[in-house]
């Protein structure tokens, strides 16, 4: 059974987050450093296709039950791992520049001053109209994938690659210290959220109906 892995440093500060199982804790043990969940295969892969040495492991219960993993990688390995990061984001927002000329939230197509969206920004109506028009967005990109697009390119770079921004996007949003940073951060998992709902042949109004049945 897949359960979360959460990645600290040293000092207790949370870097990251990915998905274990007992299989994967096992080998991770005997190998000494960390294998994930691959969740568009379902394989078992070194962490981020790299040799993630870790201090300790251990597998512990949440104050609710829940079962989860969590590692610590030394401080050593994490400015290590902090410089090649930085280096492969530099490189993914060089392509991206690249390919799109668009922000990833396509808010050119929400300008509130356009005559389709008058009605859009009425408060009493807003999210769920703003939510529709997004969905609708997504959807059309996803259609007629347009060149120059950033929704086009996560959609090109399929399944893998959409799942890989989502836990992104969560991470960063788990990691955010203030609250416009929150805010910004939780724009971004929404956003890549409906990308992977759109790619599933699902729909926001899924997740809902599923919310609305546990009340």
């Avoid at 960390?34 to 296709?49: A, E, M, V, Y």
């Avoid at 984001?89 to 520049?97: D, W």
Wanted: net charge negative.
């Amino acid at each position: 059974m897949n359960t979360v892995l959460l990645i600290e440093n040293e000092q207790g500060e949370l870097l990251s987050a990915a998905i274990m199982n007992a299989k994967g804790f096992s080998k991770s043990r005997e190998n000494g450093y960390l294998w994930t969940t691959d969740l568009s295969t379902g394989r078992l892969l070194p962490l981020g296709n790299e040799t993630v040495p870790f201090v300790t492991l251990s597998e512990e219960t949440s104050c609710v039950g829940k079962r989860f993993y969590r590692a610590v990688i030394s401080t050593e390995f994490v400015n290590r791992l902090s410089t090649i990061c930085q280096k492969e984001a530099a490189e993914e927002r060089s392509e991206t520049e690249k390919k799109t000329g668009e922000n990833t939230l396509n808010i050119e197509d929400f300008a509130p001053n356009s005559p389709e969206n008058s009605d859009l920004y009425a408060e009493e109506h807003f999210p769920a109209r703003f939510l529709k028009s997004l969905a609708q967005v997504i959807h059309k990109r996803h259609t007629d994938m347009p060149e120059g697009s950033y929704t086009t390119h996560l959609f090109q770079k399929g399944e893998s690659k959409i799942r890989k921004k989502v836990g992104e996007e969560a991470v960063e949003l788990v990691l955010a210290s203030t609250p416009q940073d929150v805010i910004y951060e939780a724009a971004d998992l929404i956003y890549h959220m409906m990308v992977m709902l759109e790619n599933n042949g699902l729909s926001l109004g899924d997740v809902l109906r599923e919310l609305k049945g546990r009340e």
